[in-house]
Structures are given as C-alpha cells and as structure tokens.
C-alpha cells in the first residue's frame, strides 16, 4: 500500500509546523506530484491502452504526459503475431514515406483541448505505452502514485514557504531534500524496475544457492 492522501498532508504539515493543511499546501502537493512525474520517466508511471485509427488519427488518453512523447506505438496482427512497430517522425518529413508506413507524429487539437496521433497508417487499432499525468489527489483515501511519499511532502511544503511563508532558506532545504529523494527513487526504478513480487535473498544470492 502506498502513501494516501491523508498520510502525505499530515507529513506536509508537520513540516510546516501546522496541524492541519489549509487548501494552498493541498495545491502545492498536487503539484509536487506533477513535478516529480515530469523529472525522470519512472516505470511506475506508465500506462497502456489502444486508440483505433479513423483516416489515419485518433486521439490520445487525456492523462498523456506530453513531456515524455509515447514509450511504444504498435499493431498487433492477430493473424501472423507480427508486431507492426509505429516510428515517430517529424510532421514535417511525413511526406518522405509513402501511405500505409508505420511512422506517426503528434499533434495537439486547441478546438478539443487533446493530442492527437497521426499516422500515414490509415486503420487498425494501436496498442500504445506513455507516461502518465496523475489526477490531483482530494479524497483522504486516495493512494499517491509516487512511490516516496516523503519526497511529495517536502517539495510540497518547499513550494508553500516560498509561496506563501517567504522563507528562502527553508524552500532551498526542503528542495534539497526532495531532489535527493526523487532522484534516489530513479536510480531504485532503474535498478530493479517495477517488479511484481518481493526478491528472494536465497533466489538472488548465488552464494546462499551454494553457487
């Protein structure tokens, strides 16, 4: 079980001093999140779904995180197992492949407020990976998707004393520590990754296999 909401409030607060949070701190957590999110792609914060294409588009999930583009894009042919691999190409060299490539690019619709996928592919359905944008966290129960709830509540706290405390100092301490935290988080995700069991210090120790 993750950190919930209520846990990383209440460690906000007290680093602020405070015993309770008042709606700027709430702002400034959901944005902690948003932050460390955007700082590395973590494998925690990927998601997959499918968007069938109609004349060659269809639009993107609305929690696509924009910053990290999409991690993988393919047609699943059920009648070989042939994989069928999107490439993502400059708009402006679609034009030097022909129709029926699987090359796509990106765009964004201003009138729908989405992103939208473009391929000179005309049909199918296209399995894809991308980062996520969470939701903002409002109910006590909700569960934080980063892992380190510490790190969330000290840049958290670190954006109210500047925004609202004025206290330089202890903004640049507690981002400090949140950096520390978050970047320690990356180095954890590329080491082991998200793994769906708890390792074995017999299976991953060759010494304890008398190995």
Known sequence: MGYTWLKI???????????STTSDLQSHLNA??????????????VKTTTGTLTA?????ATDFNPQWGLLDARIVASSDNDDNIF?????????????????YWITYDTSNKVHVFNSLTQTGTVTYYYQFSPADMSADADVCVVPDGEAVAYLGASK?????????????DYEQEAAGRIRAMYIHDLAFGARL???????????????
Do not use: H
């Not at 209440?10 to 015993?19: I, N, Q, T």
């Not at 932050?35 to 494998?43: E, G």
């Not at 109210?160 to 640049?172: P, S």
């Open 87 to 103: 490439k993502q190409i400059d708009i402006s060299d679609r034009d030097s492949y022909s129709s029926g490539d699987y090359v």
């Open 160 to 172: 109210m004393w500047i925004g609202d405390e004025r206290n330089a100092q202890l903004k640049e």
């Open 56 to 60: 060659g588009v269809f639009n993107l």
């Open 32 to 45: 902690a999140v948003q932050d460390i999110c955007n700082s590395y792609n973590f494998s925690w914060d």
């Open 9 to 19: 409030k209440s460690r906000a607060a007290a680093l602020m001093g405070e015993s």
């Open 197 to 211: 069991s708890l390792p074995s210090p017999v299976v991953d120790n060759p010494v304890l296999r008398g190995k």
